[in-house]
């Protein structure tokens, strides 16, 4: 298996995209990847995407993608696991480096959400919850995540408080990151006093309806030493899956999908957990930050609320997490969010992330943990100063 790199990152600034179409949002953080990269030809393009077909109502978004970055003719497919599926085209691009299928691919990912009324964006994002089991009985996304910090709660005596630090330091890091959906800052007061969306999770515990689109350019190692560029190696590439619904988990407060990829992607790095100096992490709800963290190892079951309201996760703390703002700030277009966890985590290892909340530390090794659904499916990838 030959080493992979990414050598070049793109993003655009997320958010209610309305004057910009689903191909146009692509286009741009595609290009951007490719000025960083400093290449104008691809070898091949895999796209993450959720479901493009109800939320615009495109589908066979590989091959429109790469003809619109002006890629006509590349082998060209998208992939889906949900809100995962940035995470998963992450990783199948890695793969097509490291077995020698192609030398220089781009994994992007990129989602249009705002085109479409509430209930309908409800409806699509529903699709990667159980159909018979909770959708069919009216349970959606916020439901299914109240229930996990319901029990969580009540499990390990957390107060509304504690999950109310997860979305404050959030949006502290997205106020400082210029391609935020929401980049200013909210008092813990903002979140408890918010409308109550599922019991207990009010709207700031809860990531927002968003567009956008990110990308990345993977070659070897040996050909990113040649383009002269920065590049930062992928040195731990994993997947687990667990059930979709609740009711069938082993646990309600642990991740088995997220804890099963943390331990095989550390196992390829040939890391341990404390030597990741940050993370970013899927906290689609400000509950699923707190279980996340505890569910790859950076904390003992229980502990990981205290840690975030005691600032072990904030920018300066012992391990920072979602130093982009995460979902809940900087937004979760579903198809794209893996790769913009990428695209935050090579910024900091290059030393380049914007106003002032670049990681004084010096940061060497990073992790991205990408989720479907309520924790059915997840992607974690280790990423390595070379």
């Keep these: 298996m030959r080493d992979v790199a990414v050598v070049g990152i793109g993003i655009m600034k ?30 091949s393009l895999i796209v993450g995407c959720m479901t493009g077909g109800l939320f615009v109502g495109q589908e066979h978004v590989g091959a429109i993608m790469a003809d619109y970055i002006g890629q006509r003719h590349i082998p060209a497919a998208h992939v889906e696991s949900a809100c995962a599926s940035g995470g998963l085209a992450f990783r199948q691009a890695f793969i097509e480096v ?38 069919f009985h009216g349970v959606t996304f916020p439901g299914l995540y109240a229930m996990m910090a319901r029990v969580y709660m009540k499990k390990y005596k957390v107060t509304r408080r504690q999950l109310s630090a997860v979305p404050y330091k959030s949006h502290l890091n997205g106020s400082k990151n210029p391609y935020a959906q929401y980049p200013f800052p909210i008092k813990l ?26 990308a990345c350019i993977l070659t070897t190692v040996e050909s990113a030493k040649k383009m002269k ?43 341990k957990i404390s030597e990741i100096d940050l993370v970013e992490v899927h ?20 502990q990981g609320a205290t840690a975030a309201a005691s600032g072990a996760t ?11 703002g995460g979902l809940k700030s900087k937004g979760h277009p579903v198809g794209a969010t893996g790769i913009g966890q990428v695209v935050e985590v090579v910024k900091q290892l290059r030393g ?16 991205t943990q990408n989720m479907g659904g309520s924790g059915a499916s997840a992607v974690v990838h280790i990423l390595e100063v070379a």
Excluded at 314 to 324: F, H, Q, R
Aim: aromatic share 6%.
């Design 98 to 135: 490291a077995s020698g299928i192609s030398d220089v691919v781009m994994a992007g990912g990129v989602e249009k959400m705002t085109d479409i009324s509430g209930d309908g964006a409800t409806y699509a994002l529903a699709a990667a919850a159980d159909q018979e089991y909770e959708v």
């Design 283 to 302: 906290d689609c709800f400000s509950i699923a930050e707190i279980i996340v963290t505890e569910s790859l190892g950076f904390f003992k079951p229980g």
């Design 229 to 271: 560029k920065p590049y930062i190696r992928i040195t731990g590439s994993a997947m687990a899956t667990d059930t979709i619904a609740l009711h069938q988990r082993e646990s309600l407060t642990t991740l088995k999908s997220t804890e099963l990829a943390g331990k095989r992607g550390l196992k390829m790095a040939g890391r």
């Design 189 to 214: 007061e903002d979140v408890e006093n918010g409308v109550k969306v599922a019991d207990p999770l009010h709207i700031l515990d809860c990531s927002p309806i968003t567009d956008g689109a990110a």
């Design 314 to 324: 904030a920018l300066d703390g012992k391990i920072p997490v979602n130093t982009s």
């Design 14 to 43: 997320w958010g209610e995209l309305w004057e910009k179409s689903f191909r146009d949002i692509f286009t741009e953080a595609a290009l951007n990847a490719m000025d960083d990269a400093g290449v104008d030809k691809i070898d």
């Design 352 to 367: 380049e992330a914007e106003n002032g909340r670049q990681i004084k530390s010096n940061p060497k090794v990073g992790m």
